[in-house]
């Protein structure tokens, strides 16, 4: 790295915080599919992939499609494709606990990853497309406390991949682009408007299921400051 790095900042969905898996299974089995946890985790990380290759150029992530679309995929990959259990548990997704939905879990060592970054003396924040909710599920679940700031594309009026939104948390840490790593979880969205901004990204991949990428990868948030710390240190 050119410059030392003097902060970090993360996407929240698929990065710091997930869906709920388990009232995903809890559904599925009441609709009569039943899954493992291990399963659904897994055909969730696969319809990352193929969502993120889903997008057309300028297209919303928080357009409702996204979620149906988001929503196809793992049912797809679960092998699930009886068109009535995907419209039952898509009617049931659209009213799951409003406005909050799904996003309510922590990523596996978000927590530890936030702590360690702070600890070493990065600054941290969140930047999220989403819908006014996230720093609140970032509050619920203890992550705030560990963030200087949060910048909700709802709120700010652009959203990722757009180098505005990323240019918003440069100007409120004082800092150059290339002082600062941005981790998020979709490669058209994060990686590309983290670049077109001019800050380096690293994807988030914890199934092993982007490919080959020119970027980073990293399996937990943990695993990306661990990443940032090395670089920073060799």
Request: charged fraction near 25%; charge should be negative; hydrophobic fraction near 45%.
């Given at each position: 790295m050119s410059r030392p790095v003097r902060a970090?900042?993360?996407?929240?969905?698929?990065t710091l915080i997930r869906m709920d898996y388990t009232v995903i299974l809890a559904e599925l089995a009441r609709l009569g599919v039943p899954v493992t946890l291990a399963a659904l985790e897994r055909a969730e990380w696969?319809?990352?992939?193929?969502?993120?290759?889903?997008?057309?150029?300028?297209?919303?992530?928080?357009?409702?499609?996204t979620g149906e679309r988001y929503?196809?995929?793992?049912?797809?990959e679960l092998g699930v494709r009886d068109a009535t259990i995907q419209a039952a548990?898509?009617?049931?997704?659209?009213?799951?606990d409003a406005p909050m939905g799904l996003w309510t879990a922590l990523e596996p060592e978000a927590d530890a990853g936030l702590r360690l970054a702070r600890e070493r003396g990065l600054r941290t924040a969140v930047i999220s497309n989403s819908n006014g909710t996230v720093a609140d599920i970032l509050a619920h679940?203890?992550?705030?406390?560990?963030?200087?700031?949060?910048i909700d594309s709802s709120k700010v009026g652009v959203e990722k991949p757009d180098p505005r939104i990323f240019r918003?948390?440069?100007?409120?840490?004082?800092?150059?682009?290339?002082?600062?790593?941005?981790?998020?979880?979709?490669?058209?969205?994060?990686?590309?408007?983290?670049?077109?901004?001019?800050?380096?990204?690293?994807?988030?991949?914890?199934?092993?299921?982007?490919?080959?990428?020119?970027?980073?990868?990293?399996?937990?948030?943990?695993e990306a400051v661990k990443h940032v710390l090395s670089e920073l240190y060799r």
């Open positions: 970090i900042f993360f996407d929240a969905g698929n696969r319809a990352r992939v193929r969502l993120d290759a889903s997008f057309a150029p300028g297209a919303s992530t928080e357009h409702p499609d929503l196809r995929f793992i049912l797809d548990l898509s009617a049931w997704r659209r009213n799951y679940l203890g992550l705030a406390q560990h963030l200087d700031f949060i918003l948390a440069l100007e409120r840490t004082g800092l150059a682009p290339e002082e600062a790593v941005y981790v998020g979880d979709l490669y058209s969205i994060d990686v590309v408007g983290a670049r077109a901004a001019g800050l380096r990204a690293i994807l988030m991949d914890p199934g092993a299921c982007w490919g080959d990428r020119d970027c980073p990868l990293a399996r937990t948030a943990l």
